[in-house]
């Protein structure tokens, strides 16, 4: 079964590759992700060696106190991480880079790939987060004497059956994961439903959670606000991390909005830059008039796309109100904690699934679920009508996530159980 994996793999990786060149996302580092790495990048000898792996940007954050901790407990650790995207590889470089020894490119799930992967980083331990669950890296890791934990573990139920088809066909690679560290009581339960054992899978929460409380102490970034070419007084609409086929609904949004709302800036935020032109077409197409953050907006546009990378939560303590995108289509939603742990009402659409954890924590708490454009508008206009009100959600947002802290210690300590009985 887990030959015709491997083959499987080989045959598709073979289709796609000319696809995965030229891809913005993926294109560079292609040596590494092919398990080739230039000499001096992996640290030399010493250890514990710690791999630890988060697929984007977002990914790494959420993984970064686990880092701080780790570094803390085990000053003389190798701590290399890996990622699958440029942005992801340029946020580690830039932020996570004083406690970590290496940043690398993740290898594609390829036999040969992942095997030489392995032999040049030499884990200890290999942590994977939420569903990277890729079975030739996860078995290379395995049959070197690496320990293999999930974090941050999710699994959707919508998906369930699918994961228990594939499992039966190609093997399950759960049986080769020595720990499942899980966010939620029912994402324990449907791991244990693929075939994870019972004795490994431990609920220790969504250590995003712990990357979330600095920002409550964070200061109005007052150049980024001039950069944005933003009013002092101005009131700001920040959708952040927007999807294909969100924009144009927002906009319509807006366009309502200032009508009784005249001094109301709006800044949009697509998930991915490369979309950034295509936002500003869309804006402009809609009768806007629109600016671009890598401009300067010299303008002075009311509309402004944030078309840099690293900002995003940087501009939402800058904002009035946020909505958090991704939520209007069946992506499953994105991080809505980050705006809220800055004290900002948050808003948000019915797709979120892959955040189901943080809905549970802001509903009622400073965020707000809508059902569509409309119901967006409703309750935006309501809420810009009501500053006093505006206030108050915000601080029951900040409040709310303060309050569910401490799952990078709990997922440190399980780590130490497993492999440096620490």
């Known amino acids: 079964m887990r030959l015709l994996y491997v083959i499987a793999t080989w045959l598709v990786f073979v289709a796609l590759f000319p696809v995965l060149a030229l891809m913005k996302k993926t294109r560079d580092g292609l040596l590494q992700r ?24 977002g990914d790494l954050l959420a993984l970064s106190p686990m880092i701080d901790r780790l570094r803390a407990r085990y000053p003389q650790a190798k701590v290399i991480v890996s990622t699958m995207t440029n942005t992801g590889h340029l946020m580690a470089t830039e932020r996570l880079r004083k406690n970590i020894d290496a940043v690398i490119y993740v290898p594609w799930d390829l036999y040969g790939a992942t095997r030489r992967a392995v032999a040049a980083v030499k884990p200890d331990l290999l942590v994977l987060e939420y569903t990277e669950i890729w079975p030739n890296l996860i078995r290379a890791a395995h049959d070197s004497g690496a320990r293999v934990a999930l974090t941050n573990g999710r699994f959707s139920a919508r ?56 920002l409550a102490q964070a200061v109005e970034d007052h150049a980024l606000r001039e950069a944005l070419g933003l009013g002092a007084s101005a009131r700001v609409w920040i959708a952040g991390s927007t999807h294909e086929g ?12 200032v009508v ?20 500003a077409q869309l804006g402009r197409e809609a009768g806007l008039h629109v600016g671009l953050r890598s401009k300067g907006n010299p303008e002075r546009a009311p509309v402004i796309v944030l078309d840099t990378i690293g900002e995003l939560g940087r501009a939402y303590r800058l904002a009035t109100l946020v909505f958090v995108g991704g939520s209007f289509i069946t992506r499953g939603g994105q991080n809505i904690l980050e705006p809220a742990a800055q004290g900002k009402p948050v808003l948000f659409g019915p797709h979120m699934e892959n955040f189901h954890d943080s809905v549970q924590v802001l509903v009622g708490r400073g965020g707000i679920q809508v059902k569509d454009p409309e119901h967006l508008f409703r309750v935006m206009a309501d809420l810009l009508s009501r500053p006093d009100s505006l206030e108050s959600l915000g601080s029951l947002a900040s409040n709310a996530v303060r309050q569910i802290s401490g799952a990078s210690d709990r997922n440190v300590d399980a780590l130490a159980a497993l492999v440096f009985r620490a």
Do not use: C
């Not at 339960?189 to 979330?212: H, I, S, W, Y």
């Open 34 to 57: 092919l398990g080739f790495y230039p000499y001096g990048l992996i640290p030399g000898p010493g250890g514990p060696r710690i791999w630890l792996h988060g697929a984007s940007a």
């Open 159 to 214: 998906h369930l059956s699918r994961y228990r088809r594939l499992f039966n066909l190609i093997g399950n690679p759960l049986h080769d994961i020595d720990l499942f560290l899980m966010r939620e009581e029912d994402e324990a339960e449907r791991v244990l439903q693929l075939g994870a054992p019972k004795d490994r899978v431990v609920v220790t929460g969504n250590t995003k959670f712990d990357a979330l409380v600095p």
């Open 246 to 257: 969100e924009e144009e609904h927002l906009f319509e949004v807006y366009k309502k909005l």
């Open 260 to 279: 009784d709302t005249p001094d109301l800036t709006m800044v949009v935020a697509p998930r991915y830059l490369e979309r950034a032109e295509r936002v």
